[in-house]
């Protein structure tokens, strides 16, 4: 099948589902009041409660929301084929991931810029919040730690990615203070200034790389690990609107700008689709993923692409903090989700447009494909085009990314001779992508963590006291940064995409009770039906991985010690997402039963602790 049908059926689908069914979010779920003072204005303080700018704050929270799912998730699931991954992408994208983020900002506007642990709190009540706080929590010092190493292994001894992701943060630096202290709301002017620095930085790669200077950027794994939690600390800490958001608006140029020139790259070559529709490593008998059947493990490998509990921590944490206006609700959570699925459809063409044999040994775990006998097709001229001594069990989907865009934009008239030029492009591009969502993923982890330790001790929880904010921040950054230098993809990765897609479920269902309490109950389907279908997936994809962890074969392969951890955590994690179900479905049939009473106006379970109100309706 040509590949240019699936961007453009994602393109189209896509529009029709904003243009409509965002609509109808918007004007009858939520129904939004673009005239009602958001917690930016209410609140604001000039480091975290910061009134932005709504494209961009579209750019930081598309880039913080932008994570390794998108480009990694559907490259393994091609494994599939290229129809189960496109599918789920598009319907799981449009009716569960944008709504998810949709209804999840809406929700902690209304809840003040509340987090997503103290809206189960207020919605559900104390026993969902408790089990919620400790699933949070632990999760998302789990995602940054499993974020950082996928950065790690893309930058390291890279000096042209890491040169460039160096250059974002003078270029963030310098357009935050010209936004906000040279020029005021000049974001056009900023925007050009940021842009270009960013585009000289990648311009200068292939030159750096020549060059002596090519030895201060060529870092090795262990000083990336300390150096990650470090900068994760200052965007931590720092007001919003110098480092942060700046840093993730003028990346989200170069990531939807790649994205797009990849689109157009696949609109002049016109590739074919290499992978069958559907293989028949459906039943787990694959290389790339062994053991994996396509229900339920493509909804939970694809993540980001479609669906993801961690932008439900970005849209209860740094965004409600800085929406300019309900009215942009719509543009920035249903928005960019929609355009973080058109990433995902690329990722895809991108990996099924390679032949079928190079994507399973770039791919595939090396034993397995040795014990299959599949021979290469082209892997050894793409190897010699990129430069690589071997790309053949170059594992995780990150490789085989970087070879099928860099094969599709060397087919452009006139760059035939750059195919090494784009796959390090890629690369570095793949980088900066996932880097974004690690230091918003800090920050909004130090939100949480003030909101656990202030009930401990008031000041802790405090985010103006300087001195509060930096200790909270040294622990988040220690959290993680501890699993990164001591952890590695055996012991992290296996926990993360399961993980994620719990958090999901407890958005999803904190998001339930919101609308069951403040909506007709009709409108609740809107998330309930996601909630049950992801709670199916994950919580089957929970159990499985959970027997393959305790069995005698993982044991022997990974060890006592990592076996044991593995299994023992992802039971932990299920108990506690099982809780936060059964709370809330407690608390549904409390609120249906009131509403069968004729109560309209259905009190919270448990009051802001900070006596502020939140409004019914």
């Known amino acids: 099948m040509n590949s240019l049908v699936l961007p453009l059926a994602a393109i189209g689908f896509f529009s029709f589902a904003y243009r409509y069914y965002g609509a109808f979010l918007a004007a009858k779920v939520a129904r939004l009041d673009p005239t009602r003072p958001t917690p930016a204005v209410t609140r604001g303080d000039g480091r975290d409660y910061v009134k932005t700018n709504r494209f961009v704050l579209f750019g930081h929270h598309f880039a913080a929301i932008s994570a390794a799912g998108p480009l990694i998730g559907p490259v393994l699931a091609a494994q599939f084929g290229y129809l189960p991954g496109a599918l789920w992408i598009l319907i799981g994208a449009a009716l569960g991931g944008a709504v998810h983020d949709f209804i999840i900002l809406f929700a902690s506007v209304r809840h003040g810029a509340a987090s997503l642990s103290e809206m189960a709190r207020r919605e559900i009540g104390p026993v969902a919040h408790a089990a919620a706080t400790a699933a949070i929590l632990f999760i998302i010092i789990l995602l940054l730690a499993g974020l950082g190493i996928i950065v790690v292994n893309a930058l390291a001894h890279s000096p042209w990615g890491t040169f460039t992701v160096a250059m974002t943060i003078p270029a963030a630096l310098l357009f935050g203070l010209y936004m906000y202290r040279i020029r005021p709301g000049r974001v056009v002017e900023g925007s050009l200034i940021g842009v270009a620095m960013i585009l000289a930085a990648v311009l200068l790669g292939p030159w750096l790389m020549a060059s002596p200077y090519a ?107 800085m929406i300019p206006d309900e009215g942009s609700i719509r543009f920035i959570g249903y928005g960019a989700m929609l355009t973080e699925g058109v990433v995902a459809i690329m990722a895809l063409v991108a990996a099924t447009t390679l032949m079928p044999a190079d994507y399973y040994l770039i791919n595939g775990v090396p034993k397995v494909v040795a014990a299959m006998g599949i021979q290469p097709v082209q892997l050894a001229e793409l190897t010699r085009m990129v430069g690589e001594e071997s790309l053949q069990g170059r594992t995780g989907g990150a490789v085989s990314l970087a070879v099928g865009m860099a094969n599709i934009l060397r087919q452009i008239p006139g760059m035939s001779g750059m195919m090494a030029y784009w796959y390090h492009f890629a690369i570095m591009f793949e980088a900066v992508f996932i880097l974004t969502a690690l230091d918003t993923g800090t920050r909004v982890a130090r939100y949480l963590f003030q909101d656990v330790l202030g009930r401990v001790w008031a000041p802790l929880g405090s985010t103006t006291n300087v001195w509060s904010v930096a200790f909270v921040g040294i622990v988040v950054c220690f959290a993680w940064g501890f699993l990164l230098m001591t952890g590695t993809v055996d012991t992290i990765w296996p926990l993360f995409g399961v993980s994620n897609q719990l958090l999901g479920v407890i958005a999803l269902a904190v998001g339930t009770t919101f609308l069951l309490r403040t909506r007709p109950a009709r409108y609740a389907l809107t998330t309930f039906l996601p909630c049950a279908f992801l709670t199916v997936t994950t919580m089957t994809a929970g159990v499985l991985n959970t027997l393959r962890y305790l069995s005698p074969a993982y044991i022997a392969e990974k060890g006592p010690l990592i076996g044991y951890v593995d299994g023992i955590l992802s039971i932990v994690l299920l108990l506690l997402v099982a809780v936060v179900l059964v709370d809330s479905g407690r608390r549904w049939l409390r609120i249906l039963g009131e509403r069968r009473r004729g109560v309209v106006d259905i009190a919270l379970a448990a009051q802001p602790l900070d006596g502020s109100t939140v409004p019914s309706s």
């Not at 007001?239 to 942060?244: A, F, G, H, K, S």
């Open 215 to 321: 030895a201060w950027f060529r870092l090795s794994p262990l000083a990336l690990q300390w150096i990650l939690p470090i900068y994760g600390f200052i965007a931590a800490t720092l007001p919003v609107w110098l480092l942060l958001c700046p840093r993730d608006y003028l990346s989200t140029y170069m990531k939807i700008g790649t994205i797009v020139l990849l689109v157009v790259g696949v609109a002049i070559v016109r590739p074919t689709l290499q992978m069958p529709a559907v293989t028949s490593f459906i039943d787990g008998s694959g290389p790339v993923l062994p053991g994996m059947k396509i229900f339920p493990f493509c909804f939970i490998v694809i993540a980001c692409g479609a669906i993801s509990g961690f932008h439900a921590l970005i849209g209860s944490g740094t965004t409600p903090r």
